[in-house]
């Protein structure tokens, strides 16, 4: 489903040449459910921006579901995205303007599908928001919000979700219900979910967990092979 | 993505951002109404002309001239009046009316009428149609001021010279009149076949002679043309059909609408630089939204397609209330110009003007908007994990072809909406290249404003101050476009009455000078003295005395008639100029120049020279010019029959704006001391009262005197002036308006950023005080450098307009200059403090969250 060879991501910064990530290599299969983990400033958010089309790699491949992305123009990777991808944000990145309902709409609309109210109160009522549908983001929670973008993440069936932090701005049992929901949705749907978390007990609800420290990898494992207490980070 | 849903998200995505967005485009509305304000106007008014064009002109032909007819002239007349053609004679002249019951005397425009006049068009009076019996007898009807000036009413007897008139009415409305002509010289209408009877008209008296003629079917226009108009050209009759009147008429108020649209444009342009300036802010909101349309799926172009969905929409909202404002300020326009329409104009909408408006607000707003929102395409949807500043995540490649595009399209929109109001394709180019000149100085100051603000702030400086200060160039500043917006109104406001005020000088300088109040004239040969007599046994004093003698150029050097005309009887090839060998000069003699007069070539005369010789004489230089005339040239005049030669021997630079009788041409005096002459005699009459009471004994020894009381004139071209200006300040006014939403437009935008600073201050530990005078700081810095801008490029403005247009001497006038730049400020401080007034209001907290 995911592979990454040889990613490699430099920035200038004045005079100097800036190394965020270095050769990292690892694929990921279809339904897998992975967790990248490491430190402050150790480039798991620029991976996942890399392996999710955000941005693009100084050296190095990210094949998705077959897709050279460094191949791809922008609005490729854009129209990639909205046909495979799903996103689950820290911060939700709800679109303020839009009412529960409408943010869930969005992916369909931008693929141009009809029926995307009927699918999208569907994906809301799975979600336990079904009589939220309209209210705004400022009406709702954190949790209820970060239901809505799962329910939006989810829209479009991908084939691919990746969740950056998806607890980091909730409370443990709000945080909690959220990963169950998205274990639920990934055993239902076979989607391969891509986890990029500080939280090493989230991270072990993970098959894998992938560490980097100063933008290599330094461990590559499933879960069970991994004791919590041994992970440092 | 289909387009329905794209329109779908664009409009659920503008929610909250409608009202802002509207706010910005309403930039554009003053711009659009003034647009449609003057196109309908103009529509109005031409289509009036065309309706009442045979009314104004009061027949088919109208014949014009200064002299009596010549006999082949009257032989036409007589041929017309054969063929069933009707004719109608007018003689206007100056006269004083003089009512005998209160004593009261006033100089006024004297129109004797003959049968049939006017053959198209109806002069209403009050009572109601008294103008059909104005042959019946010895009646007059007046205009509705000169009752006023003479304390007279209905019914009162007029002397005009020596035949007297019953008041049978006054004149409500006379077509083809302008009302602001009466201000100066009131009308009295009386029948034509008592005008000898007055015995005004003597020897050089000025009078007007016009001929209305109505064609038969059989004779137009253009057939009438064809058979007299040599014999007309000859005689020197001018001659005008109803077609002719309409095309100049229509003419005119071309060339007024072109003049008043450029404040209508320069209006629109402003707009579309407030439209800028909020959509920039605008666009700062949305780098999330953008940010997550672009992790969803979005790609650039329908990212773009929302966020101008949105910004045209507004914009059309914003042109069509545009439009409905124009279509008000429609209906007032009339009554604004009323006294200066020759026609009464029927309002109606006008759909052509009405849409020519939307259409170009709605283009204005899309590519000023444009500018700004083609930077959505450079935000990537890694924003999303990572957000970078506002400028950093809008920032794109370093040269970026359609932002190139953009710019173009905007400078060739400004260069193609000024080619379109000016008469021509070279001044449409210079308009806009003036108004890039304009904004390219105010661009330059606002720079000049923000880098060197930087450098100039001080340590030691008052907290408060430097914070002001930095305001002016923190990122995503609206420097620039808040001092464009308050400069360019500036300069509009003060560019008027700059102008104004020097007119005005330029009026009462004149009349000090001349030390005199009261002007006679048409003074006979042999009233001269007595009349002399007169002034000064009441105790004035008189201040000048001047001989004028009326004559016509018949020969320069040896070449005389019609090969004056011709360009090879000159020495350098040029022709004549036409009206300066027609016109009847009025001259005089003397023998030393005048204050108003100032030698430019040769010697003045100074009397003296022996009776052999050719006397001398001194031209205006114009004059001089029109003529092709150089020094020591002889020129031949036909006084009264006598040829009288004489040789150029100066030339003069005449200062016609003062109140004192200035010639074309000064004799030596021995030439023509014992020519048949008139006099004009200056008097200064001080004393309550005093004027009217000598005026009145003077129209009565001597009926045929006309007087002017100069302070009146100077009072009355006061008075035509405040019409004017009424007017100009009108569209200064407007000026004024234009500014105000732009203004809120640029101050608005950066409004977030300024809750943000004014919350994080508070939360430090500022008080509202303190947090207050920061933002005082700022606007009053931004005020003043945007009016100084004003006001320095107004003063670059009014100088060419009285150097160019009005040829005058130019003074800049510092007081209403700074008094509008005290204005600006005012409205630039308040606007800024009514948009930031959040700050003081909630909570840091509260604050926080929203920010």
């Known amino acids: 489903m995911l592979e990454a060879r040889q990613l490699t991501k430099e920035y200038q910064s004045g005079d100097h040449r800036l190394s965020v990530l270095r050769d990292v290599s690892f694929t990921v299969p279809d339904g897998a459910f992975v967790a990248i983990v490491g430190p402050s400033g150790s480039g798991k958010t620029t991976l996942l921006g890399l392996l999710a089309g955000l941005d693009v790699a100084t050296r190095g491949t990210v094949l998705l579901d077959g897709a050279d992305l460094s191949r791809l123009s922008e609005d490729k990777r854009a129209q990639l995205r909205g046909a495979k991808v799903g996103f689950v944000f820290q911060s939700f990145q709800l679109i303020p303007t839009l009412t529960a309902l409408e943010n869930v709409q969005v992916p369909l609309e931008l693929r141009g599908e009809d029926g995307a109210p009927a699918r999208a109160r569907e994906l809301l009522t799975r979600v336990g928001l079904g009589d939220r549908a309209h209210h705004f983001p400022n009406q709702l929670s954190g949790g209820e919000q970060q ?39 990934n055993r239902e749907a076979g989607t391969t979910i891509v986890l990029v978390t500080h939280d090493l007990a989230l991270a072990h609800r993970a098959q894998r967990i992938i560490r980097l420290a100063d933008g290599v990898v330094v461990s590559d494992a499933v879960v069970e092979a991994v004791a919590p207490a041994t992970v440092e980070v | 993505m289909r387009f329905s849903q794209l329109l779908a998200l664009a409009w659920r995505e503008s929610r909250t951002a409608r009202r802002r967005l509207l706010l910005y485009m309403s930039s554009i509305s003053l711009g659009v109404g003034a647009l449609v304000a003057i196109d309908s106007f103009a529509s109005n008014t031409q289509r009036s002309v065309r309706e009442q064009a045979r009314a104004l002109l009061g027949g088919d032909i109208a014949l014009n001239s200064r002299t009596e007819y010549t006999k082949p002239v009257l032989a036409v007349l007589d041929s017309l009046r054969k063929e069933g053609a009707g004719v109608s004679d007018v003689t206007t002249f100056a006269s004083m009316a003089l009512v005998q019951r209160t004593g009261l005397t006033r100089l006024a425009q004297i129109q004797a009428v003959q049968p049939g006049y006017p053959f198209y068009g109806e002069i209403i009076t009050k009572p109601a149609g008294e103008w059909a019996h104005l042959h019946e007898g010895r009646s007059a009807l007046v205009d509705p001021s000169l009752l006023i000036a003479l304390d007279a009413h209905v019914g009162d007897t007029l002397a005009l010279g020596f035949a007297r008139f019953i008041i049978a009415g006054t004149l409500v409305s006379v077509p083809g009149d302008v ?5 100066i010289g009131p009308r009295v209408y009386i029948p034509e076949k008592y005008l000898d009877e007055t015995s005004l008209l003597l020897f050089g008296s000025r009078s007007d002679h016009k001929t209305l003629i109505k064609l038969t079917p059989s004779l137009t226009a253009a057939k009438f ?21 309409e095309f100049n008429l229509t003419q005119a108020i071309d060339q007024l609408r072109d003049f008043l649209s450029v404040i209508g ?6 707009g579309g630089i407030g439209v800028a300036s909020g959509v920039n802010a605008f666009v ?17 172009k329908q990212v773009l397609t929302i966020y101008l969905l949105q910004a045209v929409a507004m914009g059309f909202i914003g042109a069509a209330f545009g439009a409905l404002l124009g279509i008000g300020l429609q209906l007032g326009l009339p009554h604004v110009l009323a006294e200066f329409l020759p026609v009464d104009v029927t309002v109606t909408i006008e759909p052509a003007a009405l849409l020519t408006g939307l259409g170009v607000g709605v283009w204005v707003s899309f590519v000023f908007a444009l500018m700004p929102l083609i930077s959505l395409r450079n935000i990537s949807p890694l924003q999303t994990l990572r957000r970078e500043s506002d400028s950093a995540a809008l920032r794109g490649a370093n040269f970026d072809p359609i932002r190139v595009l953009v710019g173009v399209t905007i400078a060739l929109s400004i260069a193609a909406l000024g080619i379109a109001r000016a008469e021509t394709v070279v001044q449409g180019i210079g308009f806009a290249g003036a108004i890039a000149a304009a904004v390219g100085l105010l661009y330059g100051a606002a720079w000049l404003l923000s880098s060197s603000a930087r450098r100039i702030v001080r340590p030691s400086w008052p907290f408060v101050l430097r914070q002001g200060v930095a305001s002016l160039y923190r990122p995503g500043n609206q420097t620039r476009a808040v001092v464009l917006a308050l400069g360019f109104g500036v300069f509009l406001m003060s560019t008027v009455y700059q102008v104004q005020d020097n007119l005005l000088r330029t009026v009462s300088v004149k009349l000090d000078a001349s030390k005199a109040n009261v002007l006679f004239f048409d003074v006979q040969d042999d009233q001269g003295a007595p009349l002399d007599s007169l002034i000064r046994a009441a105790g004035y004093t008189i201040t000048q005395r001047t001989p004028m003698v009326p004559m016509k150029i018949t020969a320069i050097n040896s070449v005389v008639g019609e090969q004056l005309l011709k360009a090879d009887s000159t020495k350098n090839g040029e022709r004549r100029e036409r009206w300066v060998l027609r016109r009847e000069f009025r001259s005089t003699y003397r023998d030393s ?61 005449v200062n016609w704006t003062r109140f004192e009788p200035n010639f074309f041409v000064v004799f030596e005096t021995r030439a023509l001391v014992k020519a048949p002459k008139q006099y004009v005699i200056l008097a200064d009459v001080r004393g309550d009262g005093a004027v009217a009471r000598l005026q009145r004994d003077v129209v009565t020894k001597f009926p045929n005197v006309s007087s002017l009381d100069l302070t009146l004139i100077q009072q009355t071209i006061g008075r035509v002036l405040d019409k004017v200006t009424a007017a100009i300040r009108f569209m200064a006014g407007l000026s004024l308006a234009l500014g105000i939403p732009v203004l809120f437009s640029a101050v608005s935008a950066t409004r977030r950023e300024r809750l943000r600073e004014g919350v994080l201050l508070k939360v430090l530990g500022a008080t509202k005080r303190q947090v207050g005078r920061v933002m005082l700081a700022e606007y009053l810095l931004l005020g003043s450098l945007g009016s100084l801008a004003g006001v320095v490029l107004s003063v670059g403005g009014a100088w060419g307009l009285m150097r160019f247009v009005f040829k005058q001497p130019f003074v800049p006038a510092l007081l ?5 730049a005290l204005l600006m400020i005012f409205v630039a401080v308040s606007i800024g403090m009514l948009t930031g007034r959040e700050v003081f209001r909630e909570t840091p907290m509260a604050a926080l969250r929203e920010a």
């Open chain 2, 265 to 270: 444009l320069v209006a629109l342009l402003l």
């Open chain 1, 147 to 185: 239901r809505v973008a799962i329910a939006r993440a989810f829209s479009n069936s991908p084939r691919l979700l990746f969740a950056d932090e998806p607890t980091g701005n909730l409370d443990s049992d709000t945080g909690a219900h959220i990963v169950e929901l998205l274990e639920q949705l």
């Open chain 2, 284 to 300: 700062m909101r949305k780098i999330d939204t953008v940010a997550i349309l672009r992790c969803l799926g979005a790609t650039s």
């Open chain 2, 225 to 245: 043309i064809f058979r007299f108009k040599n014999t007309l050209e000859k005689a020197q009759v001018r001659y005008r059909t109803a077609a002719e009147t």
């Open chain 2, 179 to 183: 009302g602001v002509s009466t201000t």
């Open chain 2, 593 to 653: 120049l005048m204050p108003s007069e100032k030698l430019t070539k040769g010697k003045f005369h100074t009397g003296g020279t022996p009776a052999s010789q050719l006397p001398e004489v001194s031209l205006d230089g114009d004059v001089a010019k029109g003529l092709r005339v150089s020094l020591g040239d002889t020129i031949t005049w036909d006084v009264q029959g006598v040829k009288v030669p004489s040789v150029v021997t100066s030339f003069r630079e």
């Open chain 2, 816 to 820: 209403p200059a700074t008094l509008v």
